[in-house]
C-alpha cells in the first residue's frame, strides 16, 4: 500500500523530469493477445515502455507513429500496449494491425492501470531493467503553454505527440546501453 501511495504521488507530482525519483514499478503478469506470457516488475534483461491507450483517444492516436519510430530506433526496447478504457466497438489488435504498429498488446488492461494509477489516456511508462519507474508522460504534460488557444483535442494530441516522444526518448537514452 506505501508503494502505490508512493507511486501516485510520483505520478500527481509537477516536478520537471530529471528530478523524478525513480520508484519500484508494480508487479504484473499477463498474457498477450498472441497467448504469450509478459511479467513487468523486478529485474528484466531489458527496458520496457508501457503504452495505456484506446482505440478512440486522439492523443493516443497521434503518439502511437513516434512510438513506432521509437521501436525501430531503440532494439533494445521492448513497447507493451495495454488497452485500456475501450469502447465496445473498440478493435485494438485490429487497429495495431491496420497501421503496421509492431506493439505487444495486452487487452482489457484496466487492473493494471489502476495499479500505475492511470484514470485518462495516453498512460506512458518507462521502467528500467532493474524494475523501477524512471520516466512517466505526466512529467512531459507541463506544456500547457504550447496548446493554449487550441479547442479541437486532436489539435492538441497534434501539437503534443511530437513533444513526447522527445521526452521519451531522452528517458530511454538514460536507462539503455
Same mark, same amino acid.
Given at each position: 500500500?506505501? $508503494?502505490?501511495? #508512493?507511486?501516485?504521488?510520483?505520478? #500527481?507530482?509537477?516536478?520537471?523530469?530529471?528530478?523524478?525519483?525513480?520508484?519500484?514499478?508494480?508487479?504484473?503478469?499477463?498474457?498477450?493477445?498472441?497467448?504469450?506470457?509478459?511479467?513487468?516488475?523486478?529485474?528484466?534483461?531489458?527496458?520496457?515502455?508501457?503504452?495505456?491507450?484506446?482505440?478512440?483517444?486522439?492523443?493516443?492516436?497521434?503518439?502511437?507513429?513516434?512510438?513506432?519510430?521509437?521501436?525501430?530506433?531503440?532494439?533494445?526496447?521492448?513497447? #507493451?500496449?495495454?488497452?485500456?478504457?475501450?469502447?465496445?466497438?473498440?478493435?485494438?489488435?485490429?487497429?495495431?494491425?491496420?497501421?503496421?504498429?509492431?506493439?505487444?498488446?495486452?487487452?482489457? !488492461?484496466?487492473?493494471?492501470?489502476?495499479?500505475?494509477?492511470?484514470?485518462?489516456?495516453?498512460?506512458?511508462?518507462?521502467?528500467?531493467?532493474? !524494475? $523501477?519507474?524512471?520516466?512517466?508522460?505526466? #512529467?512531459?504534460?507541463?506544456?500547457?503553454?504550447?496548446?493554449?488557444?487550441?479547442?479541437?483535442?486532436?489539435?492538441?494530441?497534434?501539437?503534443?505527440?511530437?513533444?513526447?516522444?522527445?521526452?521519451?526518448?531522452?528517458?530511454?537514452?538514460?536507462?539503455?546501453?
Amino acid at each position: 500500500m506505501a $508503494r502505490l501511495a #508512493l507511486l501516485c504521488f510520483a505520478l #500527481l507530482s509537477a516536478t520537471p523530469a530529471l528530478a523524478f525519483d525513480p520508484v519500484d514499478a508494480p508487479a504484473f503478469e499477463a498474457i498477450d493477445v498472441d497467448g504469450q506470457a509478459i511479467a513487468v516488475g523486478g529485474q528484466r534483461d531489458r527496458p520496457v515502455v508501457l503504452f495505456f491507450w484506446a482505440t478512440w483517444c486522439p492523443y493516443c492516436k497521434q503518439f502511437m507513429p513516434h512510438l513506432q519510430s521509437i521501436v525501430d530506433e531503440y532494439g533494445g526496447v521492448d513497447v #507493451l500496449s495495454i488497452s485500456v478504457f475501450e469502447e465496445d466497438d473498440g478493435d485494438p489488435a485490429g487497429y495495431l494491425e491496420e497501421y503496421g504498429f509492431e506493439f505487444r498488446l495486452v487487452e482489457e !488492461g484496466e487492473a493494471i492501470a489502476s495499479e500505475y494509477g492511470v484514470r485518462g489516456t495516453p498512460g506512458v511508462f518507462v521502467v528500467d531493467t532493474e !524494475g $523501477r519507474i524512471r520516466w512517466h508522460l505526466g #512529467l512531459a504534460m507541463q506544456d500547457e503553454e504550447r496548446v493554449a488557444g487550441l479547442s479541437k483535442h486532436w489539435q492538441r494530441a497534434t501539437r503534443r505527440a511530437p513533444f513526447w516522444a522527445a521526452e521519451l526518448r531522452g528517458a530511454l537514452d538514460a536507462v539503455t546501453p
